[in-house]
Structure formats: structure tokens, C-alpha cells
């Protein structure tokens, strides 16, 4: 394969092999260094591809190895458990994903739905949707990978077996116990309103309005029962009304008396906004990102990771003008 025609085939599939690799990782940035391995490999491998597979086939499952041995590198790893910039109240839970990030919906622009095979189950919004990436997380490593080759790539079994150095019986193995176990992990909840509808549109608002004025009686009226809030990469997450609005409350004292300016934009399909704080010293504050429930919300995770917003662009459609001139002010 000539210079010219890897360069174009590397272009031509960054965006889906970056989607890929975060899929199995989890994480943007750690789905970043994968794809530059990723490519990396497949160059100095160019004298070594015979034709055999697809070109996107053999890229596919030089990324999805370069995962699998960065899972089996972060296992090995000690994550010293992170900590909010200020003392948090005791949390109803600790999480164990602290490298979850999100993903932005700008880069979702140059991923195909189209699918290789009849395998696939899940259209890419649906498969990149933080409860099916959360779900993911917790499945072994080999599993995860066959689940996302077949039932989000649509990858037959057959194809799958060589990418994994398997037989098609192990795939098929790997595949029923992954598709158990990801039903097991995954939240259920209320349906979710449609993305950028009107309501959407309007439950976004009112969160913006609410937190950035600390009016924790308008939040509540917005959760659902048993809404929660997760706060990646720290461990802390706070389920029910009362635990979040405690939680906020602190965060509200912490960072007066600057305020919290909201951008919108939009992350793994789902409503978002990027935070900043406005004061003395304006500085990132990570990005909020809303899992709504009808006409209200189930929950939101707070990423208070200050490396987040620049991966993410203003998206001004889905909030609205007013929403995001209101944001400003608070």
C-alpha cells in the first residue's frame, strides 16, 4: 500500500477508530493515545498486510488489541483515589470508573451508521450514550471488544475470530455472556425525551437557571425520585434529592464568590454544558452532562476535570440563545 493511499485511509477512518477506542476505554484522552498507537502500528505493519481482511478490518483490530492491552496495563495500575478541588459531604456510594470521560457530539460528525455486517443491534447515538459506555467499563475486557465489533460494528463472528486471535466459538461465547452481563450493568430508568426536542430543550434551561442561581428548590422539582449525581474522576456520587442538593450546597459555598458560567454544548448524544468559573481568577471547572427522564432528569455527572472543555463546542441550538445569555449572567 503506497504512502499516499495509507495517509488517505488513516483520514478516511480516524473519527470511527477513535469512537471505537473510547467505546472499549472509556476514556477521551486515553482513546487518543490508543489511536496514535494505533496508527502508528498499522504503518510500520503496512510490508505485513497481505490483503486478507478489508483495509478498515485490519485497522479495526489493530485498535481493538491496542485497547485490550491498555485494559490489561490499567488493571495493573494504582489510581490514587482523586479528590474534589473542596471537602465533599460523605457520598451515598463511591464509583469505580474514575477515568470515564465523555465524548463530544462534534466528533460523532464523521462516524458512518452504516454497518459491515447484519450483526449489529445498536445505531452509533445509542452506543455512545454514557449508561451503555458506563455498562461497558464493567465488562471483561475480551468481552466488551466481541460485544462492540458485533452488535455495534456489525462484525460476523467469523469476521471477529482472526481480530482476536479466537475461534468463532470462543466469539460466539464471549458474545452471550457479554450481551447478559451488559443488560445486568446497564441503568434502566424512564425513557428519555427525545434529543433536542422542544422539552429538551426547556428541562436544559431550567437546570442552567437553577444551578447557576443555587435555586435548589427549582432543581429539585426537576429530578426524578431517584435521580443521582456522579462527579468523575472522583468516586463520590450522591442518589436521591435530598444527598444532591446537600452536595451542591457545599459546592456553592466553596466556589463564592465567583460565579458559574454554563456554555452549552452537547456529549455522548445527551445535553451538556462545559463550566467555568467567573471571578477574581476565571478558571475551567469541568463538564456537566444531563441524562434526562421525560420532563425531567434522572441524573447528571459533574466531570471536574479542567482538561474537558476545549474538546467541547458551544452548541447554542440545543439550550437556546435566551438559555445561554441567562447562563452568562448568573
Not at 503506497?2 to 472509556?26: D, K, Q, V
Not at 456522579?230 to 464568590?257: D, T
Request: proline residues 9%.
Amino acid at each position: 500500500m503506497p504512502e499516499i493511499e495509507f495517509e488517505e485511509l488513516a483520514e478516511r477512518h480516524r473519527h470511527e477508530l477513535l469512537l471505537h477506542c473510547y467505546r472499549l476505554l472509556g476514556s477521551l484522552t486515553d482513546a487518543e493515545d490508543a489511536l496514535q498507537e494505533t496508527l502508528l502500528a498499522a504503518w510500520k505493519g503496512l510490508d505485513r498486510f497481505e490483503g486478507r481482511s478489508l483495509p478498515r478490518t485490519w485497522l479495526y483490530s489493530i485498535a481493538t488489541n491496542r485497547c485490550l492491552n491498555a485494559l490489561r496495563a490499567r488493571r495493573r495500575r494504582n489510581y490514587p483515589p482523586p479528590t474534589p478541588p473542596f471537602r465533599p459531604p460523605e457520598p451515598s456510594r463511591h464509583g469505580d470508573l474514575p477515568w470515564l470521560q465523555p465524548y463530544p457530539d462534534s466528533l460523532l460528525e464523521g462516524v458512518s451508521d452504516d454497518a459491515p455486517g447484519p450483526e449489529v443491534r445498536y445505531t452509533t447515538r445509542e452506543a455512545v450514550e454514557l449508561a451503555f459506555i458506563t455498562a461497558l467499563q464493567r465488562l471483561a475486557p475480551r468481552q466488551a471488544a466481541v460485544l462492540i465489533l458485533c452488535d455495534v460494528l456489525g462484525y460476523t463472528r467469523t469476521e471477529v475470530a482472526p481480530m482476536l486471535d479466537v475461534s468463532p466459538t470462543a466469539v460466539k461465547g464471549l458474545l452471550q455472556r457479554a450481551r447478559a452481563s451488559l443488560e445486568r450493568h446497564r441503568d434502566g430508568g424512564e425513557k428519555q425525551s427525545s434529543p433536542e426536542s422542544a422539552a429538551e430543550r426547556r428541562l436544559v434551561r431550567r437546570f442552567a437557571d437553577a444551578l447557576t442561581t443555587d435555586d435548589f428548590v427549582s432543581l429539585v422539582a426537576l429530578l426524578v425520585d431517584d435521580a443521582w449525581l456522579a462527579m468523575p474522576p472522583a468516586p463520590h456520587e450522591y442518589h436521591g434529592a435530598e444527598a444532591i442538593i446537600e452536595f451542591l450546597r457545599v459546592v456553592a459555598e466553596w466556589r463564592r464568590p465567583s460565579r458559574m458560567r454554563l456554555e452549552p454544548c452537547r456529549a455522548n448524544g445527551q445535553p451538556a454544558f462545559t463550566c467555568r468559573l467567573i471571578g477574581a481568577a476565571e478558571r475551567d471547572a469541568g463538564l456537566f452532562a444531563l441524562t434526562p427522564a421525560g420532563e425531567r432528569l434522572q441524573g447528571f455527572t459533574w466531570f471536574i476535570d479542567d482538561r474537558l472543555p476545549p474538546y467541547f463546542q458551544p452548541d447554542r441550538a440545543s439550550a437556546g440563545d435566551s438559555a445561554s445569555k441567562s447562563v452568562r449572567r448568573a
